[in-house]
């Protein structure tokens, strides 16, 4: 099983709409998580970290379930510049490593 | 000027040739990473090193090994390429205290 695992998508959405989608992660240990975002062909950049009681940055709103294990990430009023892939990044304390996911992918059609 | 760079930025090499990418970096940090990029995969650690004299084999280091040559400096070498190492290869820094991760822009490798 996959450490963390995304809807792989693809999300098409018109400009304006809200889009959410989630990703599951397997172990419990896990401490920190990130929401990255990867335009094609390019580096993965940190879109925002992820906190327990959820938090918002903008049109960006990101949701942590732990006893559920897993994390959320909901776009309001998408612009065409959202389209990307979005992936999901979970920290352990017992390691040093990120684990990322695969990536779920947005497309914002006008 | 990119905070982390890499070179080549793509190289197409033959099965069993040596070949070396090159990350540097001018944040300043001590930690840097190497991952691949295969589809669907998602990117997967290849090794990492927390300073100078520190090295870490990833979740897939084999066929891959690296050389921490100064803090600013990570290489990544296979020592005889295979298929099946065509990837994107991305470096990668972090602070000490955090856990954000800054990424070169990656090197296409193929390998035919």
């Known amino acids: 099983r996959k450490e963390v695992e995304q809807d792989p998508g693809p999300f098409n959405v018109p400009e304006g709409a809200t889009v959410a989608f989630n990703c599951t992660y397997s172990n419990s240990a896990s401490q920190s998580f990130f929401w990255y975002r990867q335009d094609c062909r390019k580096e993965p950049k940190l879109l925002m970290s992820v906190y327990s009681s959820g938090n918002e940055d903008g049109r960006f709103t990101a949701q942590l379930n732990r006893a559920s294990q897993y994390i959320s990430l909901l776009i309001r009023d998408s612009k065409l510049s959202d389209s990307a892939t979005y992936l999901c990044v979970v920290h352990s304390s017992n390691d040093y490593k990120l684990s990322f996911g695969a990536g779920t992918t947005v497309t914002v059609r006008a | 000027d990119a905070d982390v760079t890499q070179t080549p930025r793509n190289r197409i090499t033959k099965t069993g040739k040596r070949i070396m990418l090159e990350c540097s970096q001018t944040?300043?940090?001590?930690?840097m990473y190497w991952y691949r990029q295969d589809p669907g995969l998602g990117l997967r650690l290849i090794y990492y090193?927390?300073?100078?004299?520190?090295?870490n084999k990833g979740e897939i280091s084999d066929g891959y090994s690296v050389s921490r040559q100064a803090q600013a400096k990570f290489s990544l070498s296979l020592e005889s390429a295979i298929p099946n190492q065509t990837a994107l290869y991305f470096c990668?820094?972090?602070?000490?205290?955090?856990?954000?991760?800054?990424f070169g822009p990656g090197t296409r490798l193929t390998v035919t």
């Open positions: 944040k300043g940090h001590d930690r």
């Open positions: 090193s927390f300073d100078v004299k520190d090295i």
């Open positions: 990668a820094t972090s602070g000490v205290s955090s856990h954000e991760q800054y």
